[in-house]
């Protein structure tokens, strides 16, 4: 079972460029998320998507867009990367929203702005 | 708004070590609680869960009872292992049913 695959697992990138986080997940889950993970702090949902088409902020979007084509991929971009983007990032799948849901992770994008 | 405050860190245990990693939360109307663990170089997996008060979790040894009255969801391990070194968040299911997670703290084991 592959579960949540993100691609790649490191990526350093200049001020200004810019970059594709890839996600896919193979449990035919609704609903998708990213979240950042800074050093000593909790993770910060970026964006979601409750189903293919339908996107939604979370507590930290600024500097991101996501894009839902097809239930299984959910990619994050980053168009004028900051040194303020350096960060791990992960995406999650679950299968509703329910409260008591579990959310299944993928292993993280090391991502470094010089 | 939701929030969730995690004792800090760093811990370091020798193993079989009693385990106690301390959680409380702040949240309106009856929240579900969670443990996530990460493992070195691996995503979060979900650890246990409570869904309501009196509740306890309990996965691998660890256990975490949900207080209400306390707003707390307190993770436990009578003997901890090596293979217990990781970072350890708890989180919480808000009215929005998204994910509010605390600062996490790192576990170390000595054998």
């Known amino acids: 079972n592959a579960g949540v695959t993100q691609t790649p697992k490191f990526r350093i990138l200049k001020i200004g460029q810019s970059m594709t986080l890839q996600c896919a997940q193979d449990m035919n889950h609704n609903y998708m998320y990213w979240y950042r993970q800074d050093p000593g702090m909790g993770l910060k949902l970026i964006y979601y998507?409750?189903?293919?088409?339908?996107?939604d902020k979370g507590e930290v979007p600024n500097g991101y867009n996501v894009s839902r084509s097809t239930t299984e991929d959910f990619p994050l971009r980053l168009e004028l990367a900051a040194p303020s983007q350096t960060s791990v990032y992960f995406c999650?799948?679950?299968?509703?929203?329910?409260?008591?849901?579990?959310?299944?992770f993928g292993s993280g994008t090391q991502l470094s702005v010089l | 708004g939701d929030s969730v405050t995690q004792m800090e860190g760093p811990v370091t245990l020798s193993e079989e070590a009693f385990l106690t990693i301390n959680c409380t939360y702040t949240?309106?109307?009856?929240?579900?609680l969670f443990w996530y663990v990460q493992y070195p170089g691996e995503g979060l997996q979900l650890l246990l869960k409570?869904?309501?008060?009196?509740d306890k979790g309990s996965n691998k040894g660890f256990e975490a009872t949900y207080r209400k009255e306390t707003t707390s969801f307190h993770l436990e391990k009578g003997s901890v292992q090596v293979s217990d070194s990781a970072v350890y968040f708890c989180?919480?299911?808000?009215?929005?049913?998204?994910?509010?997670f605390g600062k996490g703290i790192t576990l170390s084991v000595r054998p």
């Open positions: 999650a799948s679950s299968r509703t929203s329910t409260g008591d849901e579990k959310l299944f």
């Open positions: 949240a309106t109307g009856y929240p579900s």
């Open positions: 989180a919480l299911s808000g009215a929005n049913s998204k994910l509010t």
């Open positions: 409570a869904t309501k008060a009196d």
């Open positions: 998507s409750v189903g293919a088409g339908i996107t």
